[in-house]
Structure formats: C-alpha cells, structure tokens
C-alpha cells in the first residue's frame, strides 16, 4: 500500500494481508502489511485478539481484566490460506489475503465473523472491528444502557457522564461496561471490548451490512468469550474480570436517602419514625450537606457535632450510615486533605505540571489521580475521619468525573499505572478507580469487617469493589420501567449489585407511582429510596397510609426472603451469575421475552417471575415463559408459553413462582444488624419439577467466610422428594428448624416421610404478604385476599445429617 495513504487520516486504512507470524505457547503473533495482531487463547472458551496499525503503543495493561492465560491444550494449524486455532470449545479460522477472523464453536457452528471487506481498520487513530451483521441476530447487554432488551438496530457510545434527569433513551449515562452478547439461531456468544477511551457500539445501526465496536484511539482489543448458554458466557466473562466479595449482610435491606437529612435531629427522626411504624430499615445516608462547606473528609460542625454519637445511636437502633464522598476536594489554605494531597503530588495535572481545577461543589477544586497507587492508598488513609466516627458505608458521587460545564480538558494527564494518558483514556475508568480506592481503604481501616462503597460511574470489573446504582432517574412510570432494563442489563454484564432510585430522584412520585416501585425494589439487588433537594418526603410514610402499609408489606418480604437472597449473592460471588435476571438468561431464543409489551420482565433469582406493573392502570399485560408458574399469593397456576391480560390494583405487585423451584425463607425483622430472626428456616417446595438450590450462610459482617467460616447445604428438589444434603463448611447455621411449606401438593396426601418415618402433614392459611386497609380487588375472594387455602407443612428440626422428606 502506498506510504501516504497508510498516513492519511481521510482514508480506511485495514489491517492488510499477512506476512509472518511467531507461535509462542498459547499465543500467536501475525505481522500483516498495516498492523500487528496478537490472538492468546486464555482458555478453552475465551480468545484474545489484540491488533495495533504501529505496533503495541501500550503495555496492554488493563483495569478490567485480572486473569492470566490459562495452560491448557490448543492446536494451531496452517495451510495456504488460513490458520486454524482449536480448543476444547472454539474453533478459529483466520484468513491470510485479507487477514479476516472468523470465531465457530467446536462443532464448527458460526458464532461471529469480521466483515469481509473491512474486518478491522483505522481512520486515523479511530480504530473499529466490523463483525458481519447476521440474519435475525440479536444483542443484549452492554451494561448501563437505556433502550430495549434486543439492542440491535442502535448505536452507544461509552464516555461516563453525569447525565441529570436523563430521558429514558439517553445515552451516555454513568458507567462503561463494553460486553455484549450476541444471539444467533440457537447460538450464544460474548464480545469484550477492553479499551479504556470513548467506544461506540453500532448493532445495525444505519445500515445493515455490519455491526461494530470503535475506538477513538488506542489498540483493537477485545475477547470472544463463548459457552452454550448465556449463564455460561456470564461466568467466563467474570472469571476474566472478577465477581463481587460476599457484602455486609445490612447493606442487602432496605436504604433510605434524602438530599439531604441534616442537622442530626432530623437523621435520629427518620431512623426512630422507621422503627415507630414498624417499617424494616438498614441504612440511612448522609448526602453533601454533612460536610464542612461541601468538603470531602469534614463533617459540619453545627449540623452534626458529635458524629461518634450520632453513629452509636443509630447502630443500638439498628441503622448503618452511609456517608457521600465526591472527588473533588477543595482548594483551600489550611484545608488539610487539600495541602496534603498538593504536597504529596497526588492530583490530576496539565502536561505543563500545573494542577487541573473545576469547579464542583465546594467550589473551585483538585481532583485525585486514582490511577495512581500512592493516590489510591492516601484517598483510603483520608478516610480515617470517618470510619473513626462508626461510619463503614461509603457513597461515591460525581465520579465520572463531573465538574460544572462537563467539559473537563482532554489533555489532562494521569498516571494510568506507569502507562500514561491523557483525560480522553482514562475518564471512563476513573470513577472505577475512585470505588477501589475507597472499598480497599475502608477495608483496611475497619479491621476485619465488610465496607460497603455504592458507585455512580465504573468500568468492566466495578463489581470487585462497589454496588451501583443508575444515577438521577426521575419520578415517571417510563423511568420506573427503564430501571428495570439498565438493572437487567448490568446483571448481563457481571454487576449484579445494582438499583435505581425508588420513587425516582428528580421530580415528585404519585402515590401509586410510589407503592408501585416500592414494591418492585423488594426484588432489585440493591434497594433504596431517595429523592433531591426541594422536593416532597419520599420516605414509604409520605404518601398515605394505604401506601404506607403497600411500603410495609413489601420491606417486609424482602427481609423474609433474606435466606434466599443472601444465597442469591453468593451464588453471584461463585459464578458471577446475575441476582435480577433478564428473561434472556434462562430463555434466550423466545422471541417473545424480546416483545415491547414483556421486555421488561425478569427473574429473580431462579424461582421469582416478576412481571413490573405500570401505576396508571391496573391491566397489565403478562407473558409466561416455558415452565409452569405458580401466584405467589394465590398458588392457582398458569400455563407456560402463555400471554394474559392480568389485573392487579397497586396494592400488589404481579409475582409468579416457576414449578420446580425452592424459596428459603425467614420470618420478617425490622433490621440485619442488631437483631435476629427465629430459628425456624422456611423451606417453600413448588412441586411441578427438579431443581437445586445452595444455602449459603456466615456472620454477614467480616472476612471469616474466607477463612472457611461459612456454611452451604444443598436443597435438592426431584418429583417426589426433597433432599437437604448435609451442610459443608465450618459455621454453625442460626436455623434449628425447617419448615417445610408442599405448593401444589394433593390434597389426597396427608402425610410424608422424614428420612422414612411416616410423619403427618399439618396445614395452615399462608399470607405471603398481608392485605391493606380496604383491600378487596375483584380477583381475590374477598373472604380470602391474598390467602392460600390448607397449606401443608412439616416441621422438623434442621440437624447437621442428611434429610430426606418424600411423599
């Protein structure tokens, strides 16, 4: 190719043909007329492909990935006109004249292949991968992205972005997770983009040749992950870039923000208000206005003067504190974090050495190189103030980063682990970095016990180091609705820890828009109220009492179903497994899960079907996967593969249980902290199919669960037996019974076998939530509302051998 045309920046300059290649191990190098490609096979199911136009400018250093390749058998094969790279799982094809690749799985089946004319190319230092767009391929994922489930025909751009109020179809928002998995006929497959600058991804949009992914500069770098299933690809993709330690057990129960609570009398007011009404709570968080003039590692010396206190009562009440903490620290004269930081040269600078300031709140303010350990180790040292007052939860704000304008220079620079670069390569991994430098140093300072740092902006790999919730929502029905997407949607991505606002942060909720989504964040993995600054009360009080007891009912739920939803985190800590899970998990090719009218549906867990419900109207449209599913409140059962019309007042939230499924539960109590549950454990059966469900249960407050402190045991349900194998692990579990609840028994069975001793079945009328004032929906009986009829149970004391319960 002509020497000024390979350095014009007007033209597609492609990768070229082949000329050479050296095979070291698992790795091979090929040299072509334009660029350099490197392909590692890191495991059976999982191929690096790295490609440089000049050879590698950069060390390959990644925040994301935390995996070296793995030993394990590949053959490398070669003939005129292709090499062949097999393993195990892939099967890999790459053309010579033009270099092209093309990924199959072993059974020689097309999971994804470059565009033949373009594979991969530059212009200028833009560097994009064209994949060819296949017939009915679809692609979901991508983390925090507005839009449908099914992502094909549009385009995203990750650039994290403090995006206020934003429209349901906004883009970009906070955090960059550039995963996606791709769906073809029966097939599933993975793509991670590893490159740190503003990507786009384009899924057929504006055209319908080719999807690709693009960088505005730095290498082509990126992962073909594949496994038959979606849950498959998940669990490799988080073996690459890590899964989520085991959080404090307190920060799973129901948050309560405002922006904000201040003085200190109206905190103490919201936490005794809480325990008035009967209402369970963990969390109370204090917002920008606990701080001295708005500045990080201060408290306000009026507003909250003696925080140890303030932190020893709310802990004998139950309550944690979880403080905000944005990156910006002021420039001030005598301001100790400010005149400390400066003298350790630990802030972003310009490239002539002159300290970067924006303005955010405190005012004009320096912002710390988190991509820089010495900056990463003193972030944690600084937050000594805090822990030393009882505080162990930490909320990082405004970390995209944000200053005021949302132009911040672009030729900034950054250590970037001894690699260098400038704004444009590391804002999106910044807020990231800020997360691991508050979970590392809240971990060193609380000695032993679980912080718990909750995100705004991240990268792949957050989930190491915080939960994240998605930003400024607003108080809309269609918000509520896409929170369930982008939630559904980080789950795909391996960030299982994740929420939205409930009630939504900008504007004011209706108080059926409320009890709606009060209910609904019952079955989110992170579950908090919080609403801004001039706005009315958003506490589950503020909109009524029939509101008030919908609030009750449902915070309630989710602290009995706590045994479930612990196992839950630790079933995503073992295999990165999402806890709310799209229906594209389990149910991949049903394109009627991808429909407008039912994208929004999702699994929680394995067991619960939860189907959102709008708070305009009470006729809600309803599709019922493969399976068959059991009301929750009712037990009467519906068909799968089914569409219904379902009416339900905003009194209840439309929720199914799958046949062949097992839900642990626990009676409700109104904290995680201080107090305790019975020691009977519900055991509740769906009969109708086999499954398999792990316990998990430890302390939820320390690191001793690593040190084999923890307890699992396995409930194995087959069509008429239920087997609960013998706990494994060194912790004695807080259940000395189990309460073994039969759905779908028949009635024509009156007794069971316990480890084969006949023992006789008792029945009761079971409430899976209570009913509220005046609560008679023409769909329940009224003489029964909400009530299962002569439910059979045994109870039977839950002791370290093997149990056995047939019937």
Not at 46 to 59: C, V
Not at 202 to 224: H, K
Not at 558 to 580: K, V
Request: glycine residues 8%; hydrophobic residues 35%; aromatic residues 14%.
């Amino acid at each position: 190719m002509p020497q000024q045309q390979q350095n014009s920046t007007t033209r597609n300059i492609p990768v070229g043909n082949y000329s050479s290649h050296v095979i070291n191990g698992q790795q091979i190098v090929f040299n072509a007329d334009n660029a350099q490609i490197i392909a590692t096979v890191y495991s059976s199911g999982i191929i690096r492909f790295r490609i440089a136009r000049k050879g590698f400018n950069y060390s390959g250093f990644s925040y994301a990935v935390i995996q070296q390749p793995q030993s394990i058998d590949i053959d490398i094969q070669e003939d005129a006109h292709k090499f062949f790279i097999n393993t195990e799982d892939l099967h890999v094809v790459i053309t010579k004249n033009p270099m092209r690749i093309s990924v199959y799985n072993a059974s020689g089946e097309l999971l994804n292949e470059d565009d033949k004319a373009f594979g991969t190319s530059w212009l200028g230092n833009e560097v994009t991968t064209y994949k060819k767009l296949q017939e009915n391929e679809r692609f979901i994922g991508l983390g925090e992205k507005t839009g449908n489930l099914d992502r094909r025909g549009k385009a995203y751009v990750n650039w994290n972005t403090d995006n206020f109020a934003y429209p349901t179809d906004g883009d970009p928002l906070y955090l960059t997770a550039p995963f996606y998995i791709g769906l073809n006929d029966h097939l599933a497959y993975g793509i991670f983009f590893d490159n740190s600058h503003k990507t786009t991804f384009n899924f057929g949009c504006s055209n319908n040749r080719f999807s690709y992914f693009q960088a505005e500069d730095g290498d082509m770098d990126y992962y073909v992950i594949y496994q038959p299933s979606i849950a498959g690809i998940i669990e490799q993709y988080t073996w690459l870039t890590g899964r989520i330690e085991m959080p404090p057990k307190w920060s799973l129960g129901f948050q309560q923000c405002r922006y904000s609570y201040y003085p200190y009398p109206e905190v103490l007011n919201a936490a005794r208000t809480f325990r008035e009404k009967d209402i369970p709570a963990d969390v109370l968080y204090l917002d920008i206005h606990y701080m001295e003039a708005y500045k990080v590692f201060t408290w306000h010396n009026k507003r909250f003067p003696d925080p140890v206190a303030l932190m020893k009562e709310l802990k004998e009440m139950g309550f944690h504190v979880v403080v905000i903490l944005d990156p910006g620290v002021k420039v001030e004269k005598g301001y100790h974090a400010y005149e400390d930081g400066k003298a350790k040269d630990l802030f972003v600078k310009y490239p002539d050495g002159e300290e970067y300031q924006g303005q955010v709140w405190p005012g004009w303010s320096a912002f710390p190189d988190f991509t820089k350990e010495e900056a990463r180790n003193w972030w944690g040292e600084q937050m000594k103030v805090l822990t030393e007052s009882g505080v162990e939860g930490y909320w990082n704000d405004m970390n995209e980063p944000a200053a005021w304008g949302q132009h911040m220079p672009d030729l900034m620079e950054f250590e970037y682990e001894g690699d260098g670069g400038t704004h444009k390569k590391s804002r999106n991994v910044y807020g990231m970095q800020m997360a691991r430098s508050t979970f590392e140093g809240g971990k060193k300072l609380l000695q032993g016990k679980r912080p718990f740092v909750l995100t705004r902006a991240g990268y792949s790999g957050i989930q190491r180091y915080a939960a994240v919730w998605t930003g400024d929502n607003v108080s809309t029905d269609d918000h509520m609705m896409c929170g369930v997407r982008l939630v559904n949607s980080l789950g795909l991505t391996g960030i299982p820890f994740t929420g939205n606002d409930v009630g939504g942060f900008a504007g004011e909720a209706t108080p059926e828009l409320f009890a709606r989504w009060i209910a609904l964040g019952t079955f989110s993995p992170f579950f908090r109220s919080h609403s801004m600054v001039n706005s009315r009360d958003s506490e589950p009080w503020s909109y009524g009492e029939e509101v008030e007891d919908i609030s009750r009912n449902y915070i309630k739920l989710r602290y009995r179903i706590m045994p479930y939803l612990y196992s839950l985190f630790y079933e995503s800590s073992q295999t990165g497994m999402a806890i709310a899970r799209s229906l594209a998990i389990n149910y991949s090719h049903d394109a009627m899960i991808f429909d407008s009218n039912y994208q929004n549906q999702y699994l929680f867990g394995p067991a619960f079907l939860v189907i959102p419900a709008l708070s305009t109207t009470n006729f809600h449209k309803a599709y019922f996967p493969e399976g068959t599913w059991y009301n929750a409140y009712t037990d009467k059962l519906e068909a799968g593969k089914t569409e219904k019309i379902l009416e339900y007042g905003k009194e209840v939230l439309p929720l199914f249980v799958k046949a062949g499924s097992i839900i642990l539960m626990q009676n409700s109590i109104t904290n995680l902290h201080n107090q305790v549950p019975k020691d009977s454990l519900e055991t509740h059966i769906y009969l109708g199919g086999e499954t398999s469900f792990q316990y998990y249960e430890d302390n939820g407050t320390n690191y001793e669960n690593k040190e084999g402190k923890f307890l699992t045991r396995n409930f194995n349900l087959n069509a008429n037996s239920l087997q609960i194998e013998a706990p494994q692990g060194n912790f004695t579990s807080h259940f000395k019974t189990v309460k073994i609840y039969l759905h779908g028994l028949a009635a024509s069975i009156k007794s069971v076998q316990v480890n084969g001793a006949v023992t006789a079945l008792s029945y009761e009328h079971y409430r899976f939530i209570e009913p509220v004032s005046d609560f008679d929906p023409y769909h329940f009986p009224p003489e029964e509302p909400l009530q299962i009829s002569n439910l059979a149970y045994v109870e039977i004391p839950l002791s370290n051998n093997e149990l056995k319960l047939t019937w």
